[in-house]
């Protein structure tokens, strides 16, 4: 069993930067692909980036260039800095961990509570 705590969500200007942290228990964390997914109202849960157990990394096409997914085994945490923020990036950021690294949501099979990103324009 993994838990996944999620930081670093809030309000923030066009253009400005956030960075979100997910901490995860247990001592496998480095075993684990990891995704953020985000989910705006209205709209289904969609992947925005993941890093797979090896470092291998895959973005959605609207963050790259402005997105980075990075982990840090051995602080059991995955990181996702948001640069040039935009307002259609406003979702619900969900981190999940999974055994088998992947796209979709279905692939993951732990899930933290998700934080807030707002972006105003």
């Known amino acids: 069993q993994v838990q996944l705590v999620e930081s670093g969500g809030g309000l923030v200007q066009a253009g400005g930067s956030l960075r979100l942290s997910c901490v995860a228990s247990?001592?496998?964390?480095?075993?684990?692909?990891m995704g953020w997914f985000r989910q705006a109202p209205g709209k289904q849960r969609e992947l925005v980036a993941a890093?797979?157990?090896?470092?291998?990394?895959t973005y959605t096409d609207s963050v790259k260039g402005r997105f980075t997914i990075s982990r840090d085994n051995a602080k059991n945490t995955v990181f996702l800095q948001m640069n040039s923020l935009k307002p259609e990036d406003t979702a619900v950021y969900y981190c999940a961990a999974g055994y088998y690294y992947s796209t979709v949501v279905s692939g993951y099979d732990y899930w933290g509570q998700g934080t807030q990103v707002t972006v105003s324009s």
């Open positions: 890093i797979s157990s090896g470092g291998i990394t």
């Open positions: 247990g001592r496998t964390f480095s075993m684990y692909a």
